[in-house]
């Protein structure tokens, strides 16, 4: 079966190239206005003797300062105390060893000032706010806070629950256990951005903990402050050596960013009984900032999720009234990311609103947005962009995450014109390599009658609230006291018994083929010869497609169209094994590595690594022991895809059980085989070789 499924992924990119037509454009566009030529604001660059940098920007249109501290760190080196870096920042602005949380609370309120501090995946930030008349008293308090905290034991004793309160609530919100879910499974449960706080890691985390971390990240040389307002670059630059030009620089720790180790592509679901909506993510991942395709993949990521002018908003909310909040972004992440779109749907059409968000997604990939389209995107984008540019702060941002994620401040200053210019192909080619459905994570937080519409997409891996995994590989596993012998022995006997299926000397299945594919159906046929001990004919005919194989049992070849060739390397050895009689029976012998994983989801689980390090999972039933399902990854066009072949309807065929249905699923397609077998009729040799 896994040299039919790779067939029928060639079949499908066959079947994808005709529909690939995009629709001429025959609405008139209206004439633009003239441009107006957008000049990226003047800043100022230090840097102080301890290696602290400011970036400064003056406004005089108010009497108000504002300034941010970015200090390196945040959930990135958290370990396996997750959440430490949240709680860093939640005590660095309570109190220091000469102000009490009192006084400052006091002294803040009495100004109508502003400071708080937070921490994200890669940083953690201390912003503030006020009258330039209180600027000296605001950066005492912070300076203060972030050279001398005191970390008051009280108020940590009081976070922790807090926090870990938090963590419940979070069940009650289908929207974020889907995105944590996401960030897991596609970074990874070992890299840094794939980790949450849990109740036992903060429970871990000691005020020691607290005071380490400080004295590890807080260093002038691995921080910068951008500053702007109602004062001149010398008074800017005074302030911050008054008060931070003492912090003494110190060994800035290197941070060890270990490769996102992604789960298999599926459909993970998390089963919530009380949910009259589903959460519905749909992701891939993504580039991080630093690529010079990052900029180009946002603009194609608003294409599908922009608001008003986004593809998700007119269909899935206006023509289909599925939702009222769709969204499509990419994250920012200095080191990886994730592109997702989505929208939390009524429970009975959560697979109808998968389906229209696949289609966009698809569509984009294969045709560019029209003009018009992307017109309508860069104005959207564009315009919200440059109404920004009105908050000075908007714009130091800007400067001081590109210095912090070591992107090129000319990309910065030259964002707008690159937006404007980016081409609809330009588009279209970042949403295949990217946003492709066939690369895509599907993440479902709803009821538990949901999941039985979910299968259509994948194999579904299940996790709890706790987003831990009860399905899968890394599940819970019931022990079936059997190794993997005796499963294959189990299965050939529920064949029919190894006497019989060695008197089957020729195996003769003709099939009628049913292909599903983006809204459409196509109806082929398709005959399978196999002679004893392992030679093989293949033809299949989807009328568009013709595909044939044949093994002799040492040598192999294909043909698409009529063309044949002679297969070498990995494609002979596929081709070789697959002719072998009954092969499912014979995995050890053929020198496959197998596993029993135990009894799951009323299925004993096997996993299999193949002599050329392909891995599958082969699903029996625990009463027959028939195979049931096999799961795997196949490779295609555009790259590796997971696979799953479903077999029933097994018919006993003189004396021995053939399932007489075959059914091959993955991101892009089914395929249904209604198989008819006669067995032991007269077969040349000659069939086996082309052209013969």
């Avoid at 919200?384 to 714009?395: D, I």
Wanted: charged share 25%; aromatic share 10%; net charge negative.
């Amino acid at each position: 079966m896994k040299r039919i499924s790779i067939f029928l992924i060639s079949v499908f990119f066959g079947f994808t190239s005709l529909l690939a037509l995009n629709p001429a454009d025959s609405v008139k566009k209206p004439e633009p206005l003239e441009d107006i030529e957008f000049k990226f604001p003047e800043y100022k660059k230090e840097t102080f003797k301890n290696g602290l940098k400011m970036f400064f920007i003056e406004d005089k249109e108010q009497p108000i300062v504002s300034f941010s501290f970015l200090i390196q760190g945040g959930s990135l080196v958290d370990g396996s105390k997750a959440g430490l870096a949240s709680i860093v920042a939640d005590l660095l602005i309570k109190a220091t060893g000469k102000i009490s949380s009192k006084d400052i609370a006091e002294k803040i309120d009495g100004m109508g000032a502003s400071l708080s501090a937070s921490a994200d995946e890669d940083a953690i930030t201390i912003t503030g706010t006020c009258l330039k008349k209180h600027l000296d008293t605001l950066f005492h308090i912070a300076s203060q806070l972030i050279l001398n905290p005191s970390f008051p034991e009280d108020d940590f004793e009081k976070l922790v629950p807090r926090m870990i309160a938090s963590l419940k609530q979070e069940k009650a919100t289908p929207g974020t256990l889907a995105r944590n879910l996401a960030r897991k499974v596609i970074y990874g449960d070992k890299h840094p951005y794939g980790i949450r706080p849990t109740e036992t890691s903060l429970k871990s985390i000691e005020i020691g903990d607290v005071e380490n971390y400080y004295k590890t990240y807080f260093k002038p040389n691995a921080a910068s402050v951008a500053i702007s307002g109602d004062l001149t670059l010398k008074e800017a630059k005074d302030i911050i050596d008054k008060y931070f030009g003492k912090w003494v620089k110190g060994e800035i720790p290197k941070i060890e960013i270990p490769q996102t180790n992604p789960e298999p592509q599926g459909v993970y679901f998390i089963a919530r009984p009380s949910s009259v909506q589903s959460a519905v993510i749909i992701a891939t991942r993504a580039i991080p900032v630093t690529s010079g395709e990052f900029e180009v993949l946002d603009l194609a990521s608003s294409v599908i999720g922009s608001g008003f002018a986004g593809r998700l908003f007119r269909t899935i909310r206006e023509k289909y009234s599925y939702t009222y909040t769709p969204f499509g972004h990419v994250s920012s992440h200095k080191y990886a990311n994730i592109f997702a779109c989505g929208a939390e749907v009524r429970n009975t059409v959560t697979d109808s609103s998968i389906n229209v968000i696949n289609e966009q997604l698809k569509d984009l990939s294969i045709n560019p947005p029209s003009e018009e389209e992307l017109y309508r995107v860069k104005n959207a984008e564009g315009g919200s962009y440059l109404m920004s540019f009105e908050n000075p702060g908007f714009v130091l941002r800007l400067i001081q995450s590109a210095d912090f994620n070591g992107v090129p401040i000319e990309r910065v200053k030259e964002y707008y014109g690159n937006l404007m210019a980016f081409s609809n192909y330009q588009v279209r080619d970042i949403a295949r390599k990217y946003m492709n459905p066939q690369n895509e994570y599907i993440f479902v937080v709803g009821s538990p009658d949901v999941r039985k519409k979910l299968e259509q997409f994948g194999k579904i891996y299940e996790y709890n609230m706790d987003l831990e995994p009860q399905t899968g590989e890394k599940g819970k596993f019931e022990d079936v006291g059997m190794n993997a012998s005796e499963l294959l022995e189990k299965f050939a006997q529920a064949l029919g018994g190894k006497e019989n299926l060695d008197k089957i000397q020729t195996i003769i299945d003709t099939c009628k083929i049913k292909l599903e594919a983006m809204g459409r159906t196509i109806d082929g046929s398709g005959v399978q010869i196999q002679k004893a001990p392992n030679k093989k004919y293949m033809k299949f005919d989807l009328v568009f497609q013709k595909q044939e194989s044949w093994c002799d049992g040492t040598n192999a070849w294909s043909a698409v169209m009529g063309k044949s060739r002679k297969e070498e390397g990995k494609n002979l050895e596929d081709l070789v094994s697959d002719a072998v009689m009954f092969k499912d029976t014979k995995y050890i012998e053929l020198g496959y590595k197998c596993d029993v994983l135990g009894k799951q989801n009323n299925f004993i689980i096997m996993k299999l690594l193949s002599p050329m390090q392909q891995e599958s999972l082969l699903y029996f039933d625990p009463v027959t022991y028939l195979l049931m399902k096999v799961e795997s990854t196949n490779d295609s066009p555009q790259g590796p895809i997971p696979n799953t072949v479903e077999y029933s309807n097994y018919t006993s065929v003189e004396g021995v059980k053939f399932p007489m249905t075959w059914k091959s699923s993955n991101p892009m397609f089914t395929i249904t085989l209604e198989n008819n077998f006669l067995l032991n009729q007269p077969v040349e040799d000659s069939i086996f070789t082309p052209n013969k």
